[in-house]
């Protein structure tokens, strides 16, 4: 399975973007490219995928280099409760499914 | 519409005990997941139902862990002879076939 890489934490100021890194050099042709990320005490939810072309959604942006080989999940404005950890994976076919350690997001005030 | 639920919210049992793990997936999801997250650690895939059959139950740690999905809907994963080594959060996730995961919020299960 393929596996991605991040940083264990990250800091940002409310209202300001975040930029979250994601490296998956060894992605395949078929993986998607997902983002979650888990509130404290709560059960992971989706952010945003793609596959090749950039996407916008309600939550987030989702910036694809154009080797696949890394992502960039963007928060436009950073709030409080964007406070999170936040998983990249890869995902083909929606089948099993492998978590990394994700990058934990610190929203200063 | 109702999310993902989960029974019980928490979990408490003494080494050696069977317990029972119950995720109530979003009506009308085909593929049904669970995982086990250690403190400070994402999520560990443990196994995936596609209906009613375990299409990949590599994740399943040994053969004291099994699950079950005899209807294609409601899941129970099943603990045998617990060790404290077991306690985590155990997450249930459901979605259509190939599409987003939606989470429960999780089980959390204690063995002292």
């Known amino acids: 399975d393929a596996k991605t890489t991040q940083p264990n934490s990250m800091e940002s100021n409310e209202e300001e973007p975040v930029h979250l890194p994601c490296n998956h050099s060894?992605?395949?042709?078929?993986?998607?490219i997902h983002w979650y990320r888990q509130l404290p005490s709560q059960g992971p939810e989706y952010v945003i995928h793609?596959?090749?072309s950039n996407v916008n959604n309600r939550m987030a942006s989702l910036a694809i280099a154009e080797d696949r080989k890394s992502s960039t999940l963007i928060l436009h404005r950073a709030t409080l409760r964007d406070a999170a950890v936040y998983y990249c994976?890869?995902?083909?076919?929606?089948?099993?499914?492998?978590f990394g350690a994700g990058t934990r997001l610190f929203v200063k005030a | 519409g109702a999310g993902v639920s989960q029974t019980p919210s928490n979990k408490v049992t003494e080494k050696g005990k069977y317990v029972e793990l119950r995720c109530d997936p979003i009506?009308?999801?085909?593929?049904l997941y669970w995982y086990r997250q250690s403190l400070g650690q994402g999520p560990e895939f443990l196994i995936y139902?596609?209906?009613?059959?375990?299409?990949?139950d590599s994740g399943l740690p040994n053969d004291r862990f099994f699950a079950v999905r005899p209807e294609g809907s409601v899941s129970t994963l099943k603990i045998q002879r617990t060790e404290r080594g077991d306690s985590a959060v155990y997450l249930c996730?459901?979605?259509?076939?190939?599409?987003?995961?939606?989470f429960g919020p999780g089980t959390r299960l204690t063995v002292l």
């Open positions: 996730a459901s979605s259509e076939v190939g599409d987003t995961q939606y």
């Open positions: 060894t992605i395949s042709g078929t993986d998607y």
């Open positions: 793609g596959l090749t």
């Open positions: 994976i890869l995902n083909t076919g929606g089948f099993k499914t492998i």
């Open positions: 009506s009308g999801h085909t593929a």
């Open positions: 139902f596609q209906g009613t059959g375990a299409a990949d």
